[in-house]
């Protein structure tokens, strides 16, 4: 009873909010169980399964997705990651020993003694310009970080 409660509690403040089209912070956000990494595109994907009534709070709540022309494409990275420890990262490890770094142009893989797995972005003068550690990414997350960030080969050929 007090789960239907909440939902129509819930519902009607969707309702007002979206009516004084007012933006929400991400905390609000975060307390009506929007992710901070929304993108809007999930937004118009609610009608799908029924949950148009929560779309316009959802709106308020997401982040556009950057467009192909806008996005920075950097000539080179470098995959950090001890040899030895690399067992201890099979997600990473799995990427590492597969053939997806063949994908992008300018990803060096390095074997350094000691390191967690670090992911070097390169800027024009081979300097780094972003550091992230990815640690507890999976395989996905790499291949798709890489190919927002990188340039890919040509697979269809």
Request: glycine share 6%; hydrophobic share 35%; net charge negative.
């Amino acid at each position: 009873m007090s789960g239907e409660v909440y939902l129509l509690w819930l519902l009607s403040l969707i309702q007002t909010l979206s009516a004084y089209g007012a933006n929400l912070s991400s905390e609000s956000c975060r307390e009506l169980g929007f992710s901070s990494n929304l993108l809007c595109s999930s937004c118009d994907l609610l009608g799908e399964f029924s949950l148009s009534s929560i779309q316009p709070v959802c709106k308020q709540c997401c982040q556009q997705e950057a467009h192909m022309e806008s996005r920075k494409l950097y000539p080179g990275a470098i995959l950090e990651v001890c040899g030895c420890k690399l067992g201890r990262f099979p997600q990473v490890q799995a990427f590492v020993r597969s053939d997806k770094p063949k994908m992008f142009k300018g990803l060096q893989i390095k074997y350094v003694r000691g390191a967690d797995p670090i992911l070097k972005l390169l800027d024009d003068n081979g300097n780094i310009a972003e550091e992230l550690s990815i640690l507890k990414w999976n395989t996905d997350s790499v291949e798709e970080f890489l190919s927002e960030k990188l340039e890919v080969y040509n697979t269809d050929l």
